[in-house]
């Protein structure tokens, strides 16, 4: 059961640009969370959102906000991007807020680079 | 607050010999732990998790682990790994409250050698 797409595949921007990235969940999953993966480093949760509400939030700037939609799609946006924005970012989506009980299903992630 | 520790950056292994990953973690409330498999340009996938129950889980690939509340540890083993086990390995727990977001430890890079 997984099924999670993420676009684009890779990204380069520029210091101080925005852009906004793309999740796709399962048909019926209505959670999503986002992780942050710097190079070498393990997955850092950014955020998650319910029914399209935020439920959760990392140790991350208000320049990293998020977007849920009806339709099990969902969009990462970063504004003013930084140098150590630089990093994998993955969405993993699951069924509810059943908590851990309900797998977390990762998608390949969005390579970002900031130049 | 939770943190996880895995203590080894990188594995080698010979295919077929076993192996075994360590992982530590710490948190002031009961937690559920998780193994998560990482290949080359890929998301991760869920190896094993621990809720309750019996201390020694059983996952995919032939891969088990055990919970040990004393030691607060979460150890990966596979009797015998083949080549296509190289990948990154990440250990993760997440609270029994709120949202069910992942707490990563920094990863093992398992290197099966022919």
């Known amino acids: 059961e997984t099924g999670v797409t993420q676009s684009p595949t890779h990204l380069i921007k520029t210091r101080g640009q925005q852009v906004t990235l793309r999740c796709s969940s399962q048909?019926?999953?209505?959670?999503v969370s986002w992780y942050q993966q710097a190079l070498g480093q393990g997955p850092q949760f950014i955020f998650q959102?319910?029914?399209?509400?935020?439920?959760g939030r990392g140790n991350f700037p208000p320049r990293f906000s998020g977007l849920q939609f009806p339709n099990y799609s969902s969009e990462l946006n970063v504004n003013a991007l930084e140098l150590d924005d630089s990093a994998l970012y993955l969405c993993?989506?699951?069924?509810?807020?059943?908590?851990?009980?309900?797998?977390?299903?990762f998608g390949p992630g969005t390579r970002l680079t900031v130049l | 607050a939770q943190s996880v520790t895995q203590l080894d950056s990188q594995v080698p292994v010979f295919e077929e010999a076993p192996v075994e990953l360590r992982c530590n973690y710490s948190?002031?409330?009961?937690?559920?732990l998780f193994w998560y498999v990482q290949y080359p340009n890929q998301g991760l996938q869920l190896l094993l998790k621990?809720?309750?129950?019996?201390?020694l889980v059983k996952g995919i690939n032939g891969f088990e682990a055990e919970f040990n509340k004393s030691q607060t540890s979460f150890h990966l083993r596979k009797p015998s790994v083949h080549i296509s086990d190289t990948a990154e390995y990440f250990c993760?727990?997440?609270?029994?409250?709120?949202?069910?977001?992942?707490?990563f430890g920094t990863g093992t890079r398992l290197t099966v050698i022919p």
């Open positions: 993993a989506s699951s069924r509810g807020l059943a908590g851990v009980q309900d797998t977390q299903y």
């Open positions: 048909s019926g999953h209505n959670t």
């Open positions: 959102y319910y029914r399209e509400e935020e439920n």
């Open positions: 948190s002031s409330v009961s937690v559920y």
């Open positions: 621990y809720l309750s129950g019996s201390t």
């Open positions: 993760a727990v997440s609270v029994r409250t709120g949202a069910n977001n992942l707490f």
